[in-house]
């Protein structure tokens, strides 16, 4: 049964009005579980893969990730004992932690659409993801006047940069309920667990103590989406970081991923990324080689 602090309390530092934390291990973050708070969340990855789970949506980063989380924005922890970081750094701050009206004057207006935007999830690549994580890891090192004056450049270079994906583009308006998100929690937390296997309707209902048909509802409620095809796009990530990181071969890939039939795994795979596991491995490597 996974942990399940559903609502992650906050305290920034003594004379402080927001939160920078800087994790120099990659096991050293072990909020795994899938969680929310009321903060605007600011993450740098540095180096390493692993996977994206915010919102509704699902996907592979590769050599780290820069990411601007909106509040209450359920999400999973980015980093394990198996990314391969170097570092993480996670700065967190309510949206009003300068006052009710700062954001509202003239010159945070950029700053204040970002935010906006931030409440489906925000990725950054590129030089953006390179060089505001330079200055995102430098603000753990600043007194708290250099941290505040630093975090409003860095907010402010995110909202002029256009190297970045909107992660839930058709909203995310998720329920973020103490016992609804603690139930999402143990489904989420069983899939990651069991998804190289089969897993039945019958059997992920009695997890939750709910019956089948009322499972089907209160997930597709949720989620937007049918339990089966959530249970697939998590296979799909996983197989995205397996063509990429590892030289199995694609069957290999489909099996390792959980699925059973290949015919089954090709149509999945180019379903949710638009191109088939042969293309998708081949631009990887492209990108790798040019970069």
Not at 146 to 163: A, D, F, P, V
Not at 223 to 234: A, D, G, I, P, Q
Not at 250 to 265: M, R
Request: hydrophobic share 35%; net charge neutral; proline share 3%.
């Amino acid at each position: 049964m996974p942990n399940k602090p559903s609502l992650e309390q906050i305290n920034p530092a003594f004379g402080s009005s927001f939160l920078v934390r800087q994790y120099n291990q990659s096991c050293e973050n072990t909020l795994a579980n899938w969680h929310f708070h009321p903060e605007v969340e600011l993450i740098y990855v540095k180096g390493g893969t692993g996977k994206r789970h915010i919102g509704r949506h699902m996907s592979y980063f590769n050599d780290g990730d820069l990411v601007l989380m909106g509040a209450n924005l359920p999400h999973y922890g980015f980093t394990d004992r198996l990314t391969g970081n170097s570092s993480e750094t996670v700065v967190q701050f309510r949206q009003d932690f300068l006052g009710d009206t700062f954001f509202e004057i003239p010159e945070m207006n950029g700053i204040k659409k970002l935010l906006e935007l931030s409440k489906k999830g925000l990725a950054f690549h590129g030089g953006t993801k390179e060089g505001v994580g330079k200055k995102i890891e430098d603000l753990a090192h600043k007194d708290q006047f250099g941290r505040l004056m630093g975090l409003i450049n860095i907010l402010q270079e995110l909202y002029l940069s256009k190297e970045y994906a909107v992660l839930n583009a058709d909203g995310v308006a998720m329920a973020v309920d103490a016992k609804d998100n603690d139930r999402m929690n143990e489904v989420y937390g069983y899939v990651r667990k069991h998804y190289k296997e089969h897993i039945s309707l019958d059997e992920i209902a009695e997890e939750v103590n709910m019956t089948v048909p009322a499972f089907c509802r209160y997930f597709k409620k949720i989620s937007r989406k049918t339990f089966t095809k959530f249970v697939n796009e998590y296979r799909v990530v996983h197989a995205s970081k397996l063509l990429a990181e590892t030289s199995l071969q694609i069957t290999e890939v489909s099996f390792e991923s959980g699925f059973n039939n290949f015919s089954h795994f090709n149509k999945s795979f180019k379903e949710f990324t638009g191109k088939s596991p042969s293309a998708y491995r081949k631009e990887f490597k492209n990108i790798i080689v040019e970069g």
